[in-house]
T-cell receptor, first 112, second 112 residues
Framework: GQNIDQPTEMTATEGAIVQINCTYQTSGFNGLFWYQQHAGEAPTFLSYNVLDGLEEKGRFSSFLSRSKGYSYLLLKELQMKDSASYLCAVRDRSTGGFKTIFGAGTRLFVKA | SAVISQKPSRDICQRGTSLTIQCQVDSQVTMMFWYRQQPGQSLTLIATANQGSEATYESGFVIDKFPISRPNLTFSTLTVSNMSPEDSSIYLC?????????FGEGSRLTVL
């Protein structure tokens, strides 16, 4: 089976940097995603890592270590609009198909 | 990217009735999935909609309760059968295009 762990909530200050961690266990790892979801809206894609290392995209960066089953999402220069849930998701192919399993999400509160 | 249209966007249903949600994609896609997001929760995969064959259901979900059709590579339906208040949730259609998982806007169902 799969298991994905991330913190339930985090609070950070506008303009600061925040790192949201995610650990996972899966037998058929085929990539890790980060999504942002504002209340009442569908999730929107932020990043995809399949190889080890850091992927940078503007104010958002995502890191992956496959040997450690670990990823983080780094948000720089936080803005109030970054207050949202951040979902870590793992693509798994152990059952013969490809499916993406989501963690419980981390609710980020950005304060002034 | 893929443009995914879901209908209805929201509905209020009576206990014991059934509702079919439609998902239309603007391009042919191999993989389509149905997720459920209960209030305050993350996304839970219901099933993979397979074109031309029966859907593949995740643990805890059965075809009698959530029948799925996938007549072609751009369209799928999910039916929520014999609804109860516990089925009140957002149901999301998603597709994989160029390695990324995209979501429709979701169908918010409230069961009274």
């Amino acid at each position: 089976g799969q298991n994905i762990d991330q913190p339930t909530e985090m609070t950070a200050t506008e303009g600061a940097i925040v790192q949201i961690n995610c650990t996972y266990q899966t037998s058929g790892f085929n990539g890790l995603f980060w999504y942002q979801q504002h209340a009442g809206e569908a999730p929107t894609f932020l990043s995809y890592n399949v190889l080890d290392g850091l992927e940078e995209k503007g104010r958002f960066s995502s890191f992956l270590s496959r040997s450690k089953g670990y990823s983080y999402l780094l948000l720089k220069e936080l803005q109030m609009k970054d207050s949202a849930s951040y979902l870590c998701a793992v693509r798994d192919r152990s059952t013969g198909g490809f499916k993406t399993i989501f963690g419980a999400g981390t609710r980020l509160f950005v304060k002034a | 990217s893929a443009v995914i249209s879901q209908k209805p966007s929201r509905d209020i249903c009576q206990r014991g009735t059934s509702l079919t949600i439609q998902c239309q994609v603007d391009s042919q896609v191999t993989m389509m999935f149905w997720y459920r997001q209960q209030p305050g929760q993350s996304l839970t995969l219901i099933a993979t909609a397979n074109q031309g064959s029966e859907a593949t259901y995740e643990s805890g979900f059965v075809i009698d309760k959530f029948p799925i059709s996938r007549p072609n590579l751009t369209f799928s339906t999910l039916t929520v059968s014999n609804m109860s208040p516990e089925d009140s949730s957002i149901y999301l259609c998603s597709v994989v295009t160029l390695g990324e998982l995209f979501f429709g806007e979701g169908s918010r169902l409230t069961v009274l």
